[in-house]
């Protein structure tokens, strides 16, 4: 049976260091954008005028990412006052903090800290761990088991590794502890779903669609309105949609259009500084707009995010957030 969650606690951490989206490219190969028809100078400039991205934060190489992380969580625990042993589920996004260094920072930090009765999750969904954990707390979280830690990462080594054509790659980590009793935003509602054409088409052999990014919006339009009808929320209702900073053109320009919605309803704020840090997006966009003078009270928040795998299929997910009193 689902309840109805709230959210505790909310924090990021983002590197000092940043490096420009020129930067980036500079380190990247000419023969990518040979393999495009498309010189890597004009793909560039292209990429900056749609995304409006513009710097890149980084880890220097000497930030160790164990300590970040216990920092943060040590935060957490003086300014909450929880007790280690009421975290029930130690949710973990993103590879890097199990596999840093031939280490496993989740683990550390579950010993470390002594949530000795927590049970480690782990979500490997970038884009969408957080939403996805979220969603899942309304489940898992009852009188019994209260209280869940979601804790993400990201850290990329390379030019390579933050540049996948449509976007570029930050580093920075993000925090929430989702308990079953009380908090400042109670997540009402959640909702996914999964496109998996490109794995299927590849197995069975048939052949693939030609415009996957047409695809995706086109699923992902979809999929928010069928949301909002499960949810029995119009549109009018929403006060802001929390999308991932990974372009400005898709959320202002296309979201917006084929949804019918005003564009400044979607929070885009962030898109310039920080690049996409999968889904540390949305844990830092949801503070930073709460934190603003800009939410009204009584307001309905959505977050949203598509989550695309190596293999191009898509999970896409929805969280529904209101006032907690």
């Known amino acids: ?50 995304t409006k991205l513009n710097k890149i934060s980084i880890f220097k190489k000497e930030d160790d990412l164990a300590s970040i992380v216990f920092s943060m969580i040590e935060k957490l ?53 957080a939403l996805f954990a979220m969603g899942l707390s309304r489940s898992l979280l009852n009188r019994e088991k209260k209280n869940m830690l979601i804790l993400s990462a990201c850290k990329w080594e390379s030019a390579e590794d933050r540049f996948i054509d449509f976007t570029v790659r930050g580093d920075g980590i993000g925090l929430l502890l989702v308990g079953s009793d009380t908090g400042f935003l109670r997540i009402a509602d959640w909702n996914s779903c999964n ?79 920080g690049g996409h840090i999968c889904d540390i997006d949305i844990v830092r966009n949801l503070k930073d707009y709460i934190n603003s003078k800009k939410k009204a009270k009584n307001q309905n928040i959505v977050l949203y995010t598509p989550d695309v795998e190596k293999s191009f299929d898509v999970n896409y997910h929805l969280v529904l957030l209101k006032n907690a009193t």
């Open 1 to 50: 049976m689902e309840i109805d969650t709230y959210i505790k606690y909310i924090d990021y951490y983002l590197p000092e260091n940043f490096i420009t989206v020129d930067d980036v490219f500079s380190s990247l190969d000419n023969e990518i954008f040979e393999r495009k028809n498309i010189s890597k100078d004009t793909f560039c400039s292209k990429l900056k005028k749609e």
């Open 77 to 129: 625990l003086k300014e909450t006052k929880i007790n280690p042993q009421e975290i029930d589920y130690l949710v973990c996004g993103n590879e890097v903090l199990l596999k840093h260094n031939n280490t496993s920072i989740i683990h550390y930090i579950q010993k470390a800290f002594n949530f000795n009765k927590s049970t480690i999750v782990p979500l490997l969904q970038p884009c969408a761990a």
């Open 195 to 273: 496109l998996g054409n490109p794995s299927y088409n590849k197995i069975e052999n048939k052949a693939q669609s030609q415009d996957f990014r047409s695809d995706m919006i086109n699923r992902g339009v979809s999929f928010f309105n069928e949301t909002l009808s499960k949810f029995k929320l119009e549109k009018d209702d929403i006060g802001k949609v929390i999308p991932p900073n990974v372009r400005h053109d898709v959320y202002f320009d296309v979201y917006s259009h084929y949804l019918k919605m005003d564009p400044k309803v979607f929070y885009l704020d962030n898109v310039p500084n």
